[in-house]
């Protein structure tokens, strides 16, 4: 993607460059639909030509416990249980590109972490420090990192295709149509009306979990159970943690503020009252 | 030439901590400002970049935090606050006017000395602890993740804390106080020096004169 496409930049205290006005992105995650095929996390590894990974055999559908540098997009398998009977959720855990990324606003190097006029978050890994703060920052606990390049990885909402008008790999290999990939405005049209179906069908809670405390998210995901989103793991209201806020807001200033003041007082200090009389130079060439 | 007898201030070892403690200090300092402004990056650029500043920031840190550890053996009976101290620090605005003749006299180290090596201490365990989570912040169970971001800012407030007082320690040694950085660097400092500065020092190592021999 181009620099006009640069909505945000990360540790930059200039304006970002981006002037080309795009349309919202946006992938549709329809848990309902999804069948655990593992096609997504399939075309991702390969579209990305990403290292392989030894899967870990966890008793359950899914492939391995956590993603990695080398694994952006895994199927999190959960039971649940109600008086319905026993249901199977499957929920793609990948970046959730928010509208409000908490890593971007955590990441202290110049451009490690852009965000694209279509709402992609993307990391630059050329610029990454390692520091690891984009983990704090994140709601999600999505930035992997690398014990070999020590560098942070995840999903880039296959930027590479979506700036040449593809869709991106995993969306492209789902056989149910659970996923599909669009505007925001078309991609949340699809999902209520996937809501309505699944109301219609006797599940009264399902939603659209796209969670205002990050100002909504770039993957727009259908939940049965949309009151209890941590039955999929997700968190009930994601925000950028507070005191990441805090430390690059109000602290932040007033901190800078004071290490300032410290420095104009000091100055101010010599000039008014200057250096201690009495008891001689101390130096040894007297 | 002013031919007053010297006496010992510090000792070798304790000069020599002293400095890996200040030079380790500087370079946290430093690379820490690059972490926490854009305004500041390019400290890290001119300290060989991002990358280099983040993967060394830690390990000097605890070169920083074993330099601490050796002080606070060294000097911790000496920093301790006594009545002395307490009446000085009552008269710190004069302290702070230059006007020395009405402030009580000091210990081998002053009320506002001892101020500062306690914060260097008490923030520098904060910063060694939080700074070892935001080290190892992958192997931080999500489940814990408060402890990723309460790490972040205690690491920044006592950062903060600890610029607070090095500038002003910094600025007393430099510019204040005449011949306070030759004492730390060379260890020795004139009759009239200590006599003034530290008065009850001067007074107790006259009174040990020759049964005392420092490191």
Redesign the interface.
């Known amino acids: 993607m181009a620099t006009l496409e640069l909505r945000r930049v990360s540790a930059s205290s200039a304006p970002a460059p981006g002037i080309r006005l795009l349309p919202i992105v946006s992938k549709l995650v329809d848990t309902s639909t999804c069948i655990g095929c593992k096609a997504c996390e399939v075309a991702c590894q390969e579209w990305n030509d990403l290292p392989p990974e030894t899967t870990v055999q966890m008793g359950t559908y899914q492939t391995l416990p956590e993603m990695t540098p080398n694994f952006w997009n895994l199927i999190k398998f959960r039971e649940h249980e109600d008086e319905g009977g026993l249901h199977w959720l499957m929920r793609k855990d990948q970046c959730m590109h928010c509208t409000e990324p908490g890593c971007l606003a955590a990441c202290p190097a110049p451009g490690a972490i852009v965000q694209y006029t279509n709402g992609i978050v993307d990391f630059q890994q050329d610029q990454c420090i390692g520091c690891g703060y984009c983990m704090t920052g994140c709601p999600f606990n999505v930035p992997k990192f690398s014990q070999q390049s020590r560098r942070v990885y995840k999903c880039t909402l296959c930027v590479d295709r979506v700036s040449v008008g593809l869709q991106p790999a995993c969306v492209k290999a789902c056989p149910t149509s659970c996923l599909q990939f669009g505007t925001k405005d078309q991609m949340l049209e699809v999902a209520n009306k996937r809501v309505d179906q699944l109301k219609a069908n006797g599940f009264a809670n399902a939603g659209v979990y796209d969670p205002p405390g990050v100002g909504g998210t770039g993957v727009v995901t259908v939940l049965a159970y949309a009151d209890r989103p941590e039955l999929y793991g997700l968190p009930r209201n994601p925000t950028i943690p507070l005191a990441v806020r805090l430390w690059k807001g109000p602290l932040k200033s007033l901190g800078n503020v004071a290490m300032l003041a410290g420095l104009v007082a000091a100055a101010v200090h010599f000039v008014r009252f200057g250096r201690k009389q009495g008891g001689g130079s101390g130096d040894r060439a007297q | 030439?002013?031919r007053?007898p010297?006496i010992q201030r510090y000792g070798l070892s304790e000069r020599l901590v002293h400095t890996v403690a200040g030079l380790s200090y500087v370079y946290l300092l430093l690379t820490g400002l690059?972490?926490?402004?854009?305004?500041l990056?390019w400290l890290?650029a001119m300290l060989g970049?991002?990358?280099l500043?983040?993967?060394l920031h830690p390990w000097v840190g605890l070169l920083f935090t074993a330099a601490v550890i050796a002080m606070l053996a060294a000097w911790r009976r000496d920093m301790r606050t006594t009545a002395e101290d307490r009446r000085w620090r009552q008269a710190i605005g004069r302290y702070?006017?230059?006007e020395?003749?009405l402030v009580p006299g000091a210990g081998r180290f002053n009320y506002g000395q001892k101020a500062f090596f306690w914060l260097m201490v008490w923030a520098g365990l904060a910063l060694v602890l939080s700074g070892v989570v935001?080290w190892f912040?992958?192997s931080i169970p999500?489940e814990l993740?408060?402890v990723?971001?309460?790490a972040?800012?205690i690491h920044?407030?006592a950062a903060?804390a600890t610029?607070?007082g090095f500038?002003?320690h910094v600025?007393m040694g430099v510019?204040?106080?005449?011949?306070?950085l030759?004492?730390i660097v060379?260890g020795?400092?004139?009759e009239?020096?200590a006599?003034?500065?530290h008065p009850l020092w001067f007074a107790e190592m006259q009174s040990t004169k020759g049964s005392r021999e420092r490191r």
Do not use: C, K, Q
């Open positions: 030439m002013n007053e010297r690059a972490f926490w402004t854009p305004a990056f890290a970049g991002g990358f500043s983040r993967m702070i006017r230059n020395d003749s935001m912040v992958d999500p993740h408060v990723r971001t309460a972040t800012l920044a407030v903060l610029i607070g500038i002003v600025y510019a204040v106080v005449p011949g306070g030759d004492a060379h020795e400092v004139s009239e020096w006599r003034h500065h």
